[in-house]
């Protein structure tokens, strides 16, 4: 299985941006998906997760700006990012629990997508 993000940028303050990513390759069932950021010199922190069902789970940095939703026809999880702020720079990493067919649980990683937050 794996991850392609794309969406990041450059955006100003108050700006909005949109990321997308979607899984392919040997699918079974993907369970949980979800949104981590890391900026320089922190640790990678969870900005939002979704279930299969559509259950949402936001930082709270985020609640109230950040939209998180996805399509399992595309296994696709998509995060929208409004009013954003200088603070929320950071490289976004998307994961997926997959379920593969002997009932394995692993989680992938996408690769980074940049999100600069300057004016």
């Known amino acids: 299985v794996q991850l392609q993000a794309s969406g990041g940028g450059l955006v100003q303050p108050g700006g909005s941006l949109r990321l997308s990513c979607a899984a392919s390759?040997?699918?079974?069932?993907?369970?949980?998906m979800g949104w981590y950021r890391q900026a320089p010199g922190k640790q990678r922190e969870l900005v939002a997760t979704i279930t299969s069902g559509g259950g949402t789970n936001y930082a709270d940095s985020v609640k109230g700006r950040f939209t998180i939703s996805r399509d399992n026809a595309k296994n696709t999880v998509y995060l929208q990012m409004n009013s954003l702020e200088p603070e929320d720079t950071a490289a976004y990493y998307c994961?997926?629990?997959?379920?593969?067919?002997?009932?394995?649980?692993?989680?992938?990683w996408g690769q980074g997508t940049q999100v600069t937050v300057s004016s």
């Open positions: 390759g040997s699918i079974f069932i993907i369970n949980d």
């Open positions: 994961n997926a629990q997959h379920l593969g067919s002997t009932f394995t649980l692993t989680v992938y």
